[in-house]
Nanobody
Framework: QVQLVESGGGLVQPGGSLRLSCAASGSVSSIYNMGWYRQAPGKQHELVATVTSGDSTNYAASVKGRFTISRENAKNTVYLQMNSLKPEDTAVYYC?????????WGQGTQVTVSS
């Protein structure tokens, strides 16, 4: 079992920045990938970014160049630095952790980009 706790969401103006954090606890030694998904109102979940245990990263085209995912293995924490935020980035952001037999999800944190 893995527990994921996200933090760092909030309201920001267009062009602003936010940093999301996700702390994992429990069977963390079994985690290989971690990442972030988001879900905007009326839309399906969308992959935002992932990072492997070897620090290889992958980004959705819509956030590439603006968002940076990083992982601090000593703290079992993954971060999402979001810059140049746009109104279309408004969504609930979910942290995920991939284990060999299961994927765990956090409870989600709201990010709202609005003037």
């Amino acid at each position: 079992q893995v527990q994921l706790v996200e933090s760092g969401g909030g309201l920001v103006q267009p062009g602003g920045s936010l940093r999301l954090s996700c702390a994992a606890s429990g069977s963390v030694s079994s985690i290989y990938n971690m990442g972030w998904y988001r879900q905007a109102p009326g839309k399906q979940h969308e992959l935002v970014a992932t990072v492997t245990s070897g620090d290889s990263t992958n980004y959705a085209a819509s956030v590439k160049g603006r968002f940076t995912i990083s992982r601090e293995n000593a703290k079992n924490t993954v971060y999402l630095q979001m810059n140049s935020l746009k109104p279309e980035d408004t969504a609930v952001y979910y942290c995920i952790a991939n284990l060999p037999t299961q994927t765990y999800w956090g409870q989600g944190t709201q990010v709202t980009v609005s003037s």
